[in-house]
């Protein structure tokens, strides 16, 4: 195995490697291979454009020692060029619009770069759309480079010249069909220029979000006007200059949904956490396989890493908050995960716990119910309100153990089971329910907690 041992982080962009999808792909018949872009050093298939930018204006002279790289960016094109500045003593400056991620604005200034957040719901034309500002700092920042990446022809040449070329000798040439993303162009651009060359065979499909002006004017020839949408580093609200559409065979639009719903699986069943954009992706190409013979080869590439998006389409909350989450197909851990947040585990009593701590326990802890636990089995269960009722009664129940009190125990389902079966249980007489995972207890659900969690 040849050791990659290197003298700059710069060296270490590209040479990713290719994954087949297995679990997300049953019942397709031909083979899916992910590129995952997203293992370069910054995160992103960005860094290559990045490193090419900066060479390139290097030796231009454009970018001098001591200069400062200026960027708009969603954070991937930002995060590469950011991660060089700080590498080749660069001072950064970047623009990005306000539904960045919170983990890539913190990634940037991690690096040392100053971020300024534009609006995003503003036409392409306004002076405070974040390229535009970008723009005005560049033209107003003594020794500035404008990278640019939307404009900059190095950006395709940097897929051109490595992505492409090792998707080819990667897949020994077989590919037959290359699915990617469009946000600044480049990168499809630069890829389905090389592939075509190698094979005007190969079919190059286009990945747009709804609400993006690309695929329609794709189709139609016609520039139209966007609409909001929370997907990132993919699509836009205006024709970017390294967009070639001379060698796209398709483009299809992937709504906000669908895209975090399929990154989800495919962290969950693949084990990729890629982000949202990789989703789209992921989605576009299960849509090509459908009709695909055995022998095909689809390539789709995977942009960048899911651990920019942990509070966004990782986070059931934020996206039960945007309506994405598939009730239908939510399941019990989903309901402990976004309950569980600052709690304290499995609160539980055994069958020799005195009523007056467990009432202690139910005060202190602000819960209503309690297992009773022996040796990993439930063998009953405590109610606070007819705890209090039999205390009321007799006041020496106090010092009674649980076990002359306790009533039936919950029913018990595994953290895998869907909600519906929960619902179910929860709809009839059952107070709560336990949750079981590899044979131990790991959590207990109430009518509360999942009203909670489906509202």
Not at 76 to 84: D, I, K, S, T, V
Not at 214 to 219: G, P
Not at 365 to 394: D, I, K, W, Y
Request: aromatic share 6%; glycine share 8%.
């Amino acid at each position: 195995m040849e050791a990659r041992v290197f003298e700059s982080i710069s060296e270490a962009i590209g040479q990713t490697p290719l994954v087949r999808l297995r679990q997300v792909t049953v019942g397709i018949k031909c083979k899916i291979y992910g590129k995952l872009e997203y293992l370069n050093p910054g995160g992103s298939l960005n860094d290559r454009t990045a490193k090419r930018i900066i060479d390139t204006a290097q030796k231009s002279g454009k970018l001098k020692a001591g200069g400062t790289i200026i960027e708009a960016t969603s954070g991937n094109a930002g995060g590469g060029l950011a991660m060089l500045a700080a590498a080749m003593g660069y001072r950064a400056m970047f623009t990005v619009p306000d539904k960045i991620s919170a983990e890539k604005l913190r990634m940037l200034k991690a690096y040392g770069a100053e971020v300024i957040v534009c609006p995003a719901a503003v036409a392409a034309d306004s002076p405070e759309h974040y390229y535009n500002v970008a723009k005005k700092l560049a033209q107003e920042t003594t020794n500035a480079f404008f990278a640019n990446h939307y404009a900059d022809p190095q950006n395709p040449e940097a897929h051109y010249h490595s992505t492409g070329p090792e998707i080819w000798e990667q897949t020994q040439g077989k590919i037959t069909a290359l699915v990617c993303g469009m946000g600044s162009g480049g990168t499809i651009s630069g890829l389905a220029k090389f592939l075509k060359e190698k094979n005007s065979q190969i079919r190059i499909v286009g990945v747009d979000p709804l609400g993006s002006i690309l695929r329609e004017y794709f189709q139609s020839r016609q520039l139209t006007k966007g609409h909001p949408y929370l997907l990132e580093g993919l699509g836009h609200d205006a024709l970017p200059p390294n967009l070639s559409f001379d060698h796209i065979d398709e483009v299809c639009s992937v709504s906000d949904k669908e895209s975090f719903l399929m990154a989800r699986r495919l962290a969950r069943e693949e084990g990729l956490l890629v982000g949202g954009s990789s989703g789209s992706v992921a989605a576009a190409a299960l849509r090509l396989a459908q009709d695909c013979a055995a022998e095909q080869l689809i390539v789709a590439v995977f942009s960048d890493t899911g651990l920019y998006y942990l509070s966004k389409l990782y986070s059931d909350e934020w996206m039960k908050e945007n309506r994405f989450l598939d009730m239908s197909k939510a399941l019990v851990h989903h309901v402990l995960e976004a309950k569980g947040r600052g709690l304290p585990g499995l609160l539980s009593v055994t069958p020799e716990t005195k009523v007056r701590e467990a009432l202690q326990i139910m005060e202190e802890r602000n819960v209503s119910q309690l297992p009773v636990l022996e040796e990993q089995r439930c063998v009953g269960s405590l109610e606070e309100s007819t705890l209090l009722g039999q205390v009321l009664e007799s006041a020496m129940l106090l010092e009674q153990p649980a076990r002359g009190v306790m009533e039936a125990s919950f029913p018990i389902v595994h953290h895998d089971d869907t909600i519906e079966h929960a619902k179910y249980l929860l709809a009839r007489r059952y107070p709560a329910i336990l949750v079981q995972e590899h044979g131990k207890f790991v959590g207990i659900i109430t009518k509360y907690d999942l009203i909670n969690f489906i509202v």
